[in-house]
């Protein structure tokens, strides 16, 4: 079953998020010193994944436009519209946290960064999914965390994480068929690079240092995708 990984990925994201939810009673000062933890750990893991660039010029570039088309799309503010009305779908605000919040932050950290198409490219080709469970623990105790800080929202996260995941393992022999094996590692090499940057803005954003609209730099992906081709044929 090549999706056996997916849905092992969205499904601990959601326990974690229930579970999370279920520990909403903590102390205040405990959330905010929790949240410190989350935010101060997010930089570091974005600041590890950002060394994987043999050509970090690559990934300025890919960021800068990349920002410039999510904030002509301005992605952000899509993604909070629909976080918003799921909101009003759940009748009020989730004590605790504003669903919009969680959605986006969920969906931002569990969507970037290269595991998850590795695991699901391993899904579907070799209908191994250890990859995939491997990053389900991990999401799982991360959502266990941002749920119990950013509320019920982070639960959602888990749809976007299931399409996305599951569309790579679906379509996996003919991403192969087209894309190098060459170029598939220089891709996923820089991505992670790319995802790295973002990585770190959330957890600067979770510090309460910034305000970046981190979803704006989504397009920057893409952006490292059309600059791998372009490099790998010229």
């Known amino acids: 079953m090549v999706l056996l990984g997916t849905l092992v990925n969205a499904a601990l994201i959601v326990i974690g998020s229930i579970i999370g939810r279920l520990l909403k009673g903590i102390p205040e000062n405990m959330k905010q010193t929790v949240m410190s933890a989350i935010g101060i750990a997010v930089v570091v893991l974005g600041i590890q994944m950002s060394f994987e660039s043999d050509n970090f010029v690559l990934v300025i570039i890919c960021l800068v436009f ?69 990053k389900g623990i991990i999401d799982g105790f991360t959502s266990i965390i941002l749920a119990a800080t950013l509320g019920i929202g982070v639960l959602l996260s888990a749809i976007p994480v299931a399409i996305y995941q599951g569309a790579i393992a679906l379509f996996a022999t003919q991403i192969t068929k087209i894309v190098p094996e060459a170029a598939l590692k220089l891709f996923l090499q820089e991505m992670t690079a790319t995802g790295g940057i973002m990585i770190i803005a959330i957890g600067m954003n979770l510090l309460g240092l910034t305000k970046i609209r981190v979803a704006n730099l989504l397009p920057s992906l893409i952006v490292v995708a059309i600059a791998v081709a372009f490099i790998h044929n010229f």
């Open 66 to 134: 990349g920002g410039v088309i999510g904030e002509w799309i301005d992605l952000d503010k899509w993604l909070n519209r629909l976080g918003q009305y799921i909101e009003v779908k759940f009748g009020s605000k989730d004590k605790g946290g504003s669903i919009a919040q969680g959605f986006v932050t969920g969906t931002l950290i569990f969507v970037i960064g290269a595991m998850g198409v590795l695991g699901a490219l391993n899904g579907g080709l070799r209908n191994d999914h250890e990859l995939l469970i491997s």
